[in-house]
């Protein structure tokens, strides 16, 4: 059986394929679920093998984190749940706010849940040496190895890390008067609500942009079955309520959702 795909489509294509197995369907129609299988796989192996590589230091990153022993580390009480390697950006979707926070020259980013590091350090790989990245993470576990990992590039010095609930380091972040010109949101779900609505009315700079991890959440925001109440889902609904901002959601692995202010984007005549 194939890994758990983040498409709801393909997870139930590999349904339909094992129990056309189980029944005896006849053998070519077994190999052409198969084929839409495999063309899905190839289109992302696709796209990654047309992305430029990451950095040595990233590299390492994305290496270490995939192998780090994260069910040893949570069965011995280290971490407050059972971490998986998929939470991690990665080089792609790296690329992706890499190029955002570039053809903005954004010299002030807030991230919003770190894991290991992978996309603070790839914001700040882009910045110049007066930018800044200030990224919140609750874990005391993943603070320490994201230190560590990051810590190996030069651009690591760009990072700063506030250990804590994120709605605490937010609040922490208005009362300074702080402002940031691009926002990535990438932490519980059942909290995106409530980060967007500080991050958007307190730290957003003028001309700024948040962009939101997971907007597409393995289907769930779609899926007929899914409860409208379910973090991801609530926050969309909530979205394209607003009068006062553009938004796009792009399907970019588990789906990113761009936020604008509209009196950013509105051109004049």
């Known amino acids: ?158 990072v700063e890390i506030l250990t804590g609930p994120a709605i605490e380091s937010l609040n922490g972040l208005a009362k300074k008067n702080q402002k940031f010109d691009f926002i990535f949101i990438d932490a519980d779900k059942p909290g995106y609500c409530d980060y967007f609505n500080i991050c958007f009315s307190e730290l957003l700079a003028p001309g700024g942009t948040i962009a939101m991890d997971n907007a597409l959440f393995g289907g769930k925001p779609y899926m007929e079955d899914s409860p409208p109440n379910e973090g991801v889902t609530k926050f969309n609904n909530m979205i394209v309520t607003r009068k006062d901002i553009y938004y796009v959601l792009m399907p970019i692995r588990d789906g990113i959702m761009l936020i604008r202010r509209k009196e950013d984007m509105n051109g004049t005549v």
């Open 1 to 158: 059986m194939s890994k758990r795909s983040r498409d709801p489509a393909i997870n139930k294509l590999r349904e339909v394929k094992a129990e056309a197995e189980s029944l005896g369907i006849p053998e070519t129609i077994i190999n052409g679920l198969q084929a839409v299988d495999d063309l899905a796989t190839a289109r992302e192996d696709y796209c990654d093998s047309k992305t430029s590589t990451a950095s040595e230091p990233m590299a390492a990153l994305i290496k270490d984190t995939l192998e780090h022993p994260w069910q040893n580390v949570y069965e011995e009480g280290k971490t407050a749940w059972n971490i998986t390697p998929r939470m991690m950006s990665g080089n792609l979707e790296g690329y992706v706010l890499k190029f955002l926070v570039s053809a903005s020259k954004s010299k002030n980013v807030l991230e919003v849940g770190m894991l290991t590091g992978c996309a603070a350090l790839g914001m700040a790989e882009v910045m110049p040496d007066d930018g800044k990245v200030v990224t919140c993470e609750i874990d005391p576990y993943l603070v320490d190895l994201a230190r560590k990992l990051m810590d190996r590039s030069p651009h690591g010095k760009k």
